[in-house]
């Protein structure tokens, strides 16, 4: 009877644990949620504005904080010359020939960049489209083809400034030859750097010619150690 008894209940024990279920599930799946981002639409962003603006510098910047692809028309010729592409081909053999690369061309590389891998799964900064140059096309068909893109900008940025403000700008902008580094009047002029750094100075040597007020007045009252 207690042999009966004890494999009975052995039988119980080892079964319970099989028809016992957990009644919570974690809802948060790591998998499944890695499928979703990477089948998620990258974020996209369009800078407008006038030239000299500052929209390379924004596209820049929201290009590395977002890790997105940044669409420069300059260096989107480089990187198709280097790969020796149709259009990198086409281009290096007019500027060859001293001539400018038409918008065309320009246009036709900013659209077959958009459709890479790269952009449709780390999306694009772009800020050198639509074009105020209506040569090739009009304004009113260079954001009919944003429309009409597979991947369209979630964000518009419209940077404004007035023209005075972006003329002086402007002329105040120098090139450093060796790279085409492009530097703005703060950063080259030596007078504006020189006061800059008086700037600097000054409220160094108030913070100085307060602590000295301070000292004497302690000594005018005897506060100091003697």
Not at 8 to 18: E, L, W
Not at 54 to 60: D, F, I, Q, S
């Amino acid at each position: 009877m207690l042999v009966g008894s004890a494999s009975s209940t052995r039988r119980v024990m080892m079964a319970s644990p099989q028809e016992q279920s957990y009644p919570f599930v974690d809802l948060y799946d790591e998998d499944e949620a890695d499928k979703v981002f990477l089948m998620s639409k990258p974020t996209c962003f369009l800078i407008l504005g006038k030239p000299g603006v500052g929209k390379k510098t924004l596209a820049t910047k929201l290009a590395q904080i977002w890790k997105c692809t940044l669409i420069d028309v300059f260096e989107l010729i480089d990187e198709n010359i280097s790969a020796r592409t149709e259009y990198g081909l086409k281009s290096k053999q007019l500027l060859y020939q001293g001539q400018s690369i038409p918008e065309e061309l320009i246009v036709k590389m900013l659209l077959n960049k958009i459709e890479t891998p790269e952009v449709f799964h780390f999306g694009y900064v772009l800020c050198d489209f639509p074009s105020l140059s209506e040569e090739y096309m009009t304004i009113t068909e260079q954001i009919e083809i944003i429309r009409n893109l597979k991947l369209k900008p979630d964000i518009l940025i419209n940077i404004k400034c007035p023209d005075y403000d972006l003329c002086q700008r402007l002329s105040g902008q120098r090139q450093l030859y060796a790279t085409g580094q492009v530097f703005q009047r703060d950063e080259w002029d030596p007078d504006i750097i020189e006061k800059r750094k008086k700037k600097k100075k000054e409220p160094n040597k108030a913070g100085e010619e307060d602590e000295d007020a301070e000292e004497e007045e302690e000594e005018e009252f005897g506060f100091l150690p003697h």
